[in-house]
């Protein structure tokens, strides 16, 4: 199994990491799959100030898993992933998994710098998929914010409402089609911003009524928001001993601890134990994919004794064994 592990801070030294993972050289902005791992090429695109692109399309021989981590600086990124001739594709993006067994995937998507974002791709997908990283001025100019308001808590309110997924219309499929023609890598750059621009346009057409029109307001400033990262990066500091008691948590960040569970839900979508036990059976699912571990040096590894409570917590957060993972 491949695995990248990255830290965004810009496209460019994302494609300089996976050009040093594979032992190839950057040409032209691009980065060729070797013909010993698959077949295909990442780019790096320059499309505005404020906003410069991924553009990914290729077929591997084994197992991708790809990993970014949350950071301390605002960002915001638009997705648009084509998956193809795949057995398995998942998805997570902080406490929410989204899982596909079926040949064709396609979805739109924004993310944002609060959250882990994974994915999982099995050994011979087709993937076509566009990354386009936005800071926040960019997004309240052109995206349809409230220029008044931060960035962030629009954002979180969005994604309360759970609307930051969208299935690609057919001018969208259309738009990735012609990004991704078959065999060429150097279209002018011209050709590139259009067609992104026109991408990002679709789904911001979509986005912008939604920003606009809603009617609830969450009661969470930013100052709260970092609070609450702040716990959150207490709770998965260590995910092999048992969590801070509500009250201790409450005590770190000086709120009531009715406020702490509100705020933590708001920011990240589960109650505070159970976003626990998730990134903790998240774990051990990355550990037994990259078949480095036992299933029992996991159950141990993530502070199990009985390996009977770990196979069945393993199997209510997957819905199936550890050991149908690796059949």
């Not at 002018?188 to 911003?193: A, E, N, Q, R, T």
């Not at 505070?272 to 990355?286: G, N, P, W």
Request: glycine share 4%.
């Amino acid at each position: 199994m491949i695995e990248i592990k990255y830290d965004l801070t810009t496209y460019y030294k994302f494609l300089e990491q996976v050009a040093k993972s594979l032992d190839v050289k950057i040409i032209n902005n691009t980065v060729i799959i070797p013909e010993s791992t698959g077949t295909g090429y990442i780019k790096y695109i320059e499309v505005a100030t404020g906003a410069d692109a991924l553009l990914s399309s290729f077929r591997l021989n084994r197992d991708l898993l790809v990993e970014r981590k949350k950071t301390n600086r605002e960002f915001y990124t638009f997705a648009c992933d084509i998956v193809s001739d795949s057995d398995e594709f998942s998805m997570t993006i902080e406490s929410d998994t989204f899982r596909h067994d079926k040949n064709d995937v396609s979805v739109m998507y924004l993310t944002s710098y609060l959250y882990d974002v994974g994915y999982f791709i099995k050994r011979d997908s087709l993937v076509r998929s566009v990354r386009i990283h936005l800071l926040p001025d960019w997004m309240k100019k052109n995206l349809g914010f409230d220029k008044k308001r931060e960035v962030i808590q629009q954002y979180l309110e969005l994604k309360t409402a759970g609307i930051l997924f969208k299935k690609p219309d057919a001018e969208s499929r259309q738009l990735m089609t012609d990004i991704f023609t078959t065999g060429d890598t150097d279209h002018p750059p011209l050709f590139y911003h259009s067609r992104l621009l026109l991408l990002l346009e679709k789904f911001s057409s979509w986005l912008t009524p939604e920003i606009i029109n809603r009617h609830t307001a969450l009661d969470i400033s930013k100052v709260d928001i970092e609070k609450i990262r702040k716990i959150e990066a207490l709770l998965t500091a260590d995910l092999t001993a048992p969590p801070m008691t509500i009250a201790q948590l409450a005590k770190t960040i000086a709120v009531s601890e009715s406020k702490l569970k509100t705020l933590f839900k708001a920011v990240y979508g589960l109650p505070i134990y159970e976003y626990f036990q998730k990134h903790r059976m998240e774990k051990a699912r990355v550990m037994i994919l990259s078949k480095e571990y036992s299933i029992k040096d996991v159950g141990y590894a993530l502070g199990y004794v009985n390996l009977s409570n770990f196979t069945l917590a393993f199997k209510k957060q997957f819905g199936q064994l550890p050991s149908d993972l690796l059949k």
